[in-house]
Nanobody
Framework: QVHVVESGGGLVQAGGSLRLSCAAS????????ADWYRQAPGKQRELVAT???????IDADSVKGRFTISRDNAKNTVYLQMNSLKPEDTAVYYC??????????WGQGTQVTVSS
């Protein structure tokens, strides 16, 4: 059994910063790769950032230069540093981790609200 828990969401003013954490625990030795997604009300879930097992990252154009995905292998934790937040970044943010033979697990999500 693998558990994935996001944390760090909250309410912040436009221009502010938040750091989201995604911790994986249970029957895993390490996270192979991980994604951060977000879903705003009435919209489809969209991919925000990806980090692979080599540490390479890909960011969506909408967050490029503002968001940074990183990982701490010793803690089986993935982070999303979000700077220069905009009201349109308001969404529930989800973490998706890939472990073992490419099995993926979702977290429950964490709400990020950016006020103007």
């Amino acid at each position: 059994q693998v558990h994935v828990v996001e944390s760090g969401g909250g309410l912040v003013q436009a221009g502010g910063s938040l750091r989201l954490s995604c911790a994986a625990s249970g029957s895993i030795s390490s996270i192979r790769a991980a994604d951060w997604y977000r879903q705003a009300p009435g919209k489809q879930r969209e991919l925000v950032a990806t980090i692979n097992d080599g540490g390479s990252t890909i960011d969506a154009d909408s967050v490029k230069g503002r968001f940074t995905i990183s990982r701490d292998n010793a803690k089986n934790t993935v982070y999303l540093q979000m700077n220069s937040l905009k009201p349109e970044d308001t969404a529930v943010y989800y973490c998706y981790v890939i472990v073992g033979r490419a099995t993926g697990y979702w977290g429950q999500g964490t709400q990020v609200t950016v006020s103007s």
